[in-house]
């Protein structure tokens, strides 16, 4: 008989640290990583190309543009492609990263985005992050992660990331409006399912929120009777 396929959806406001926690768990229960917020920004970048303000992008063209979207698979995950080539530079600028919240509203990008997901996890064990990852998308999956963590303390790790450096105060306290304003547009779609843990990364460091998270993740498959994860 055929082993069921194991799903842990990890959710949480942005900046809280979802995407390198996820890759990180992957690694190392030998699982495919699956970011739901790369399709988002892929999706964005491909309507992006075809120029207008994005304050008067259409639902219907921004689905179209979608449709040059694939994922790629990779030996521990899925790479977006737009028409057929990596575009990660791109995906990541800032003008995709101020309309993507835009986008993400969108109904039908939405559901064309959770089948992406879905269909990458029919035949691999995943590690879901993004976006209502464990109320819609994988509603059934065997472990439910919502990460959170303040607002400034979010604000800080985005900086450090993209400026190599640690910010000062004045630039943290900037971020944070940022950061604050994405949790009001991102809340109908950050949800937390009744049945997640809830784990506060504030003061934890990545490698003890990893620990945490995979010891979950074999607990959890020892309930649904599967098989031992690896390097267990």
């Known amino acids: ?18 995407s390198s926690t996820a890759k990180a768990i992957a690694r190392t229960l030998g699982f495919r990583h699956v970011d739901s917020g ?3 920004r892929a999706a964005t970048a491909a309507r992006a190309r075809r ?25 521990t995950g899925f790479t977006p492609l737009i028409d057929g080539a ?12 101020r ?42 999956a065997a472990l439910k992660i919502f990460l959170v963590a303040d607002a400034g303390e979010r604000a800080r790790r985005r900086l450090r990331e993209r400026l190599h450096r640690e910010p000062d105060a004045a630039e943290i306290e900037a971020e944070t409006v940022k950061i604050l304003s994405r949790d009001s547009m991102d809340a109908a779609q950050s949800a937390m399912a009744n049945e997640a843990i809830v784990i506060d990364t504030t003061r934890l ?19 649904v009777s599967k098989a031992p994860l690896e390097s267990e």
Do not use: C
């Open 1 to 18: 008989m055929t082993k069921p396929r194991m799903a842990i959806a990890i959710d949480g406001p942005a900046a809280s640290g979802k």
């Open 38 to 40: 790369a399709l988002y």
């Open 51 to 75: 120029g207008g303000d994005p304050s008067a992008w259409t639902e219907a063209s921004v689905l179209d543009a979608a449709g040059s979207v694939s994922l790629s698979p990779t030996e």
């Open 86 to 97: 990596d575009a990660e530079l791109e995906m990541r600028n800032d003008a995709v990263t």
């Open 99 to 140: 309309s993507v919240s835009l986008v993400a509203t969108m109904r039908s990008v939405r559901e064309w985005v959770n089948e992406q997901v879905r269909n990458a996890g029919r035949d691999h064990d995943v590690v879901v992050d993004g976006r209502d990852i464990g109320t819609v998308v994988f509603p059934d």
């Open 205 to 223: 460091r990545q490698p003890e929120q990893i620990e945490k998270i995979v010891k979950l993740a074999r607990e959890a498959s020892r309930a």
